[in-house]
C-alpha cells in the first residue's frame, strides 16, 4: 500500500508542477492586461503585456501592447517612480516599436512620440532632433510628418516664441 501511495502521490505533484509551470496563451495575458487596465491595476498590466511580448514576440499583439505600455508610462499612471523615469520609459518602449515592429501600424506614430517626448517633456533636444529626423527619413508621407517638422522647427521655443515666429513668417 505504500508503495502505490507514493507513485500516486508522485503523479499528482508531477501534475500540478506542470500545470502550475505552464505559460499562459497569449490570448489570457492580453485578456489580464486589458482587465487590470480597466481596474486601474497599471503595473500589473504592464507584467501582463510584457509577459505576452516576451513569450510571444511574433504576435500581432505585440506592438500594440508595446504601445499601451508606452502610453501608461507617458501618463506616468505608474506611481513608484519618478515623473522622468516614467517618461523616460515612455521613450523607450515607443523606440522599441519602431525598432522591433518597424512594419507594424503603431510604428510611426511610436517614433514620432519619442521625438516628442523627448523635445517637449525631457527636453533632450538632441535625442528629439535624431528622432524625429528618423521619422522624417521613415515615412515622409505619413499624415504626421508636417508635425514632426514642425517640431523640429520649433525646438526649444516657448509658446510666445512660436507664436511671434508666425507671425513675422506671414508678414
Known sequence: MNRYFVIFC???LSGLLLTGCSKKSEQE???AGVKNLQEGKYTEAIDNYESLVKDYPESPRAPKVLFEIGKLYQGKAVK???ATES???AVEYYHRIFKEYPKSAEAPSSLFMTGFIQANEL???NAATASLKQFLASYPSHEMASSAQAELDNMGLSPDE???KNLEAKK
Open 10 to 12: 508522485s503523479i499528482v
Open 29 to 31: 495575458l492580453y485578456n
Open 80 to 82: 513608484n517612480i519618478s
Open 87 to 89: 517618461l523616460k520609459k
Open 123 to 125: 527636453h533632450d533636444f
Open 162 to 164: 512660436i507664436l511671434k
